[in-house]
């Protein structure tokens, strides 16, 4: 289990202005789950995922994991050595995680993400969605058992989205506890065991997607979320 505990974070703008990034954040998160952090830009998700992998200094707030665990992490703007090929990002990503063994993995990974003909490409060379594919494949190849991507379908064509849902069931089936962030409430229903909404750095909603809404239209997943996010204003 993850669990955040009344995390805090603020942040000074040039202009002395005091942005509170988390205003008293409190959620648990189950083992073997997928969990979605839905928000509007700027709610709060990603300084979430950033202080799990103490990426950033909180003010206040503690965040558990209740076993030792393994941890992949893809942020919504891939951040990979361009120098590279694709192939070779994954070898690193493996030997980095402590894998001694790892071809087999690498295979497994090339074929769920569908890179065999960008396996030996430079990552200079590709394009921003290719890239995306890639970032997020070095996050799972290792197999950690906490995998957690930020918008992981962001800059991704609807075929590229097509892909990454089913990666993510695929991870759920073999037991990871997958987390991610998105404003994409369309593929709540379909991907997601629970979900919390995040609203000015707090959880204005936490539970399943039937929980928050019966109706799994995308309209009525809209209202909702706008009458929620509306009354937490």
Known sequence: MIKFENLHKSYKTKDNEIIKALDGFNLEISDNEVFALAGINGAGKTTVLKALFKLINLDNGKIEITQPNSLGFAPEIPDLPEFFTVKEILEISCRLSGKK??????NKTIELFELHTLQNKLVSTLSKGNKQRVSL?????????????????????????????????????????LVFSTHILADLPELCDK??????????????????????????LEKKFANLVSLEA
Do not use: Q, W
């Not at 063994?101 to 690498?106: A, F, G, K, Q, T």
């Open 137 to 177: 494949a070095s996050a799972v190849v290792y197999k950690p058992d906490i995998i957690v991507f930020d918008e992981p379908t962001s800059g991704l064509d609807p075929l590229g989205r097509k892909l990454i849902k089913s990666v993510i069931k695929e991870l759920k089936s073999e037991g990871h506890t």
């Open 101 to 106: 063994s790892y071809n087999d993995l690498i």
């Open 195 to 220: 979900m919390a909404i995040v609203h000015k750095g707090k959880v204005a909603f936490s539970g399943k997607v039937s929980e928050f809404c019966n109706d799994k239209s995308l309209e009525a």
